[in-house]
């Protein structure tokens, strides 16, 4: 569709977002990212029946740990859309990037480079 | 098998903020079945401990293992080449492993990282639950293969209780009775005429009340 | 009936009078008057007062020093004791306590769970379970035995009873339950409070087909409903508890100030009804901070006066 949105986002495909492991945010922010987020079928529409769900439980867990370290849950975020939704994956990138924008910086960025 | 759950984060971040270079280290059996200390929470509390003390301002070395026991001195003498390198040990493994750990290692720190709970079984994912004390005489023969010791909180042997109340335990209105379980089975077995057989009294000797226990076998004993 | 033990509960029993017992709480405090107050308002109208041990695991003086304290006024105790706080030799050492002091009457139990109680942190020991109690107690007096096989110096001489339910579940192992425990040695039983009087007859029915009513003495437990509230909150809060809707309607239909005065009246019918079945031996009157009332409920059943023994 050719639409516009943030150039700084790495995406990373997966088949599904049930791939996605609870290890692999936390060492995205381990490594400095500012904010994870992942996009998955509309509830109900899993290609795969129910990655989608597991990928939201693992959302959550992760929110919770970096609430606990100081890092921030709002920082990772979960989305559901239909795959031939390109507008709203659009919004949606636009509208991450907004928030993290806002939140600042990862703090263990911050700390690393201070260390350094 | 042992079923253990996490500690609090906050109690584990207690145990080492004053140390520098922390092995956690994992165990692949009972405690990665009930999801709290095998590989995948080894690398998550890895992770989240690095995170929380560079937040901090700390530079902490925080290194991940998983051993496939660490009740059995093979296993445990696999880190022995790189122990040194740290200051103190988190291990996730159950009570057992900690101690083990403890005693292989005399002059290392070692911190539990869960709370072992009991012996039970797997229910469903997520939900584990107590089926046995140890108590060192087994009397399930007699009780249609349900254990009073373990599941009744009162571990009457000659029960119900008079708190009973449709199949639950008065405790908890979601706890099922476990006399209520072993009369069913008895009538399933067809043995319900031995539920009028006086249990006799308990020789709890061979249980925690007697003392640390062991088991020998002389027969394959080096 | 040959008596087997000196309890005055056992002598009016076996000479084949109705027996009413009733039960006081000891004070959460160490104030004997509490207790010697409470005994004085029954004393007359009963055969023995039932002295609770920690009941719903609310720590209490215990049982043993209050059934010494009414040893000491004349009265005649029944020593409750609940296997939930004791270990074998704990309960051995305190039934020679009271044997000491001549208590004649036991009353074995489990005793409901600490985590009903304020001190739901601690352990439980459950070393016996009840019935186990009742075989030790029995073991002590007629084999003038320690659990451990040393002989005992003067045996106590105990009467021994345990606690019944018929309305508990599963109802199909009330009967065997009951069987099992006259076969561990008990020598009376006090009921839960019954409110279902037809489940009760269909028990003691049952009960009847076996002829366990010539081997135990049952004493029907009674407590007098206070107002509807108290009625509603023993049918759905308290386990165990058979409260028929009826006996809720009956109560909630009465207005509010003579909800009390109603409740006994339930009591007292209940009473003069139950007198009539066939293997009832007696009654135990619980009327837990409303001992007050005892005398009335006894006196309007035609159970006073007491037979003097």
Not at chain 1, 17 to 37: N, Q
Not at chain 2, 108 to 137: D, I
Not at chain 3, 8 to 32: F, N, Q, Y
């Amino acid at each position: 569709m050719r639409l516009t949105y943030p150039t700084n986002i790495k995406i990373i495909r997966v088949p599904c977002t049930g791939k996605v492991d609870l290890l692999h945010i936390l060492r995205a922010f381990e490594k400095g990212a500012d904010g994870v987020y992942a996009v998955g079928c509309m509830e109900g529409d899993c290609h795969y029946t129910s990655g989608n769900f597991r990928a939201r439980k693992r959302i959550e867990q992760a929110k919770n740990i970096l609430d606990a370290v100081g890092v921030g849950g709002q920082r990772v975020e979960m989305f559901n859309m239909a795959s031939s939704e390109g507008p709203m994956f659009a919004e949606v990138a636009v509208k991450m990037v907004d928030e993290i924008r806002a939140l600042g910086p990862n703090p263990i960025k911050l700390q690393k480079k201070k260390a350094a | 098998m042992i079923v253990a759950d996490k500690k609090p984060m906050e109690e584990i971040i207690e145990d080492i903020k004053n140390h520098d270079k922390v092995l956690i280290l994992g165990c692949n059996e009972c405690v990665t079945v009930c999801e709290a200390g095998g590989k995948k929470e080894v690398g998550i509390l890895a992770s989240a401990l690095r995170m929380y003390f560079l937040n901090q301002g700390k530079e902490m070395k925080i290194d991940e293992e998983t051993l496939e026991r660490q009740c059995d001195h093979e296993y445990l003498e696999e880190i022995r080449n790189i122990i040194d390198q740290y200051d103190a040990v988190v291990s996730i493994a159950c009570g057992v492993g900690v101690q083990f750990m403890a005693e292989k290692y005399h002059a290392m720190p070692v911190y539990p990282g869960v709370n072992t709970c009991f012996m039970g079984a797997t229910e469903e994912r997520g939900l584990w639950t107590e089926r046995c004390q140890g108590c060192g005489q087994c009397i399930l023969s007699r009780t249609g293969g349900i254990c009073p010791v373990s599941r009744c909180a009162k571990r009457v042997m000659n029960g119900p209780c008079g708190g009973s109340s449709k199949g639950m335990c008065e405790i908890n209105k979601e706890l099922v009775c476990a006399w209520q379980l072993i009369v069913e089975r008895l009538k399933a077995l067809d043995r319900f005429d031995e539920y009028e057989e006086l249990s006799p009294i308990k020789d709890w000797s061979t249980d925690r009340a007697g003392g640390p226990r062991k088991v020998v076998r002389e027969d394959v004993q080096p | 009936m040959k008596t087997k033990t000196p309890s005055r509960l056992e002598k009016i029993l076996s000479a084949g009078h109705m027996a009413v017992t009733s039960e006081c709480g000891p004070p959460r405090g160490s104030d004997p008057e509490a207790i010697i107050k409470k005994a004085e308002l029954i004393k007359d109208h009963v055969d023995a007062i039932n002295i609770t041990d920690n009941q719903t695991s609310v720590t209490r003086m215990c049982s043993l020093a209050a059934c010494i304290r009414l040893k000491l006024m004349g009265l005649d105790p029944v020593l409750q004791m609940v296997t939930r706080d004791r270990n074998r030799i704990a309960l051995q050492s305190d039934i020679l306590g009271a044997a000491s002091f001549d208590i004649t009457n036991i009353l074995c139990l489990s005793g409901d769970h600490q985590s009903f109680g304020d001190c739901a942190q601690g352990q439980n020991v459950h070393d016996l379970d009840s019935m186990q109690l009742v075989q030790t107690v029995r073991h002590m007096r007629d084999q003038g035995k320690f659990l451990g096989g040393d002989d005992i110096k003067r045996a106590p001489q105990m009467f021994v009873g345990a606690a019944a339910n018929p309305f508990a579940d599963p109802f199909e192992i009330r009967v065997p339950r009951l069987a099992k425990k006259i076969k561990a040695g008990a020598e009376f039983i006090q009921t839960q409070c019954i409110y279902n009087l037809d489940k009760f007859e269909e028990w003691m029915k049952l009960v009847r087909d076996r002829g366990l009513h010539e081997q135990v003495y049952i004493l029907a437990g009674m407590t007098p409903m206070k107002s509807a509230g108290m009625a509603k909150y023993m049918k759905n809060r308290v386990p165990g508890m058979d409260v028929p809707d009826a006996l809720v309607k009956r109560l909630a239909d009465t207005p509010k100030e003579k909800q009390a005065e109603e409740g006994l009246k339930i009591c007292i019918e209940d009473i003069q009804r139950l007198k009539d079945v066939e293997g009832v031996s007696g009654f135990h009157v619980m009327a837990i901070e409303w001992e007050e009332k005892v005398p009335e409920i006894v006196e309007k059943s035609g159970l006073y006066p007491r037979p003097q023994i």
